[in-house]
């Protein structure tokens, strides 16, 4: 195993799961010998001090350092002389997309570093990559619903990803996606009235909120649709505030989560303004109002009336 290795390329998702497999491979579930730091915010010293620090009850360390050419010269410079003299327990794993950094700092340190490209898949390797995600909810699709997936959303797999995340909760305890959850779901702007919702229900206002719920109903979206649009929207604002609680800079956020840069200002003071038990409340209580439609206690509009209303006060 290397001391250092570089995440390139445009697929960040692909970056973030090979993280997480050299995280299980070096110090699995272990936060404390984990840092991670972004070359927007941090400086040389820093992380080189994390590098330096010996694992606790571990063999290992591992620190991330993600933006690497925002570092300034000096601190790039001081970056490279440890990379040249590590600490043989830490790992460490650089994140950069800048061909010029690649090129003029980590390509002449030669074999002391382990370069690793992360493309987008080509077509032929999308399909096996939509039916792994699903099969790990223990879910399948059908070859035209794919097909479909594919022309939405494109060949970038974290949009994909959070499409699938969707798909999945969207369609509860069913085991095969068909081409019309295709259709009813992908390609909404979940992002955007998700965040409507959310900006009337947060700012205790249940009248506006009710509004957008009842314009909901009236472009035809069925219960479990918006439960599972809001529960991925207040999905979005945790792994937000699990970012924010990193240090991350808002451009790594809206990059992450696949923000839109036009309401990443609200999203942050959402993520900020609620707090992770109010989170989790409301995702308690979309879960007990899907139980209630579904066990038909109570009406579709009914319930998500009450829920709405609940959560707004």
Known sequence: MKNTYVFT????LLKDNALKDLKSATIQDDSINFDIFYGQNATAREIINSARTLPYFSQKRLIALKGAEDLSEEDTQ???GYIKNPNQSTVLVIFT????????????????VEIKYFRHPDRSDMDSWIKNEFSKSNKSIKPDAARLLKENAGNDLAVLSNEIEKLVIYTGQRNTIEKQDVE????????????ELVNAISGKSP???????????????????????LAWYLRRLQKGKELMNQNAPQSAISEKLKVPHWILDDFIRQVKSLSEKDINKSLSLLLECDLNIKTGKVKEEQALEFLVAELSC
């Open 207 to 229: 009248d506006k909120a009710l509004v957008i719920l009842r314009g909901l109903f009236k472009s035809d979206r069925r219960g479990p649709e918006i439960i599972g649009m």
């Open 184 to 195: 009813e779901l992908v390609g909404r702007s979940n992002i955007q009235t998700g965040f």
């Open 97 to 112: 997309d800048d061909e010029a950094y690649l090129k003029k700092y980590i390509k002449p340190l030669g074999d002391m």
């Open 78 to 80: 001081l970056l490279i």
């Open 9 to 12: 390329g445009q697929e960040e």
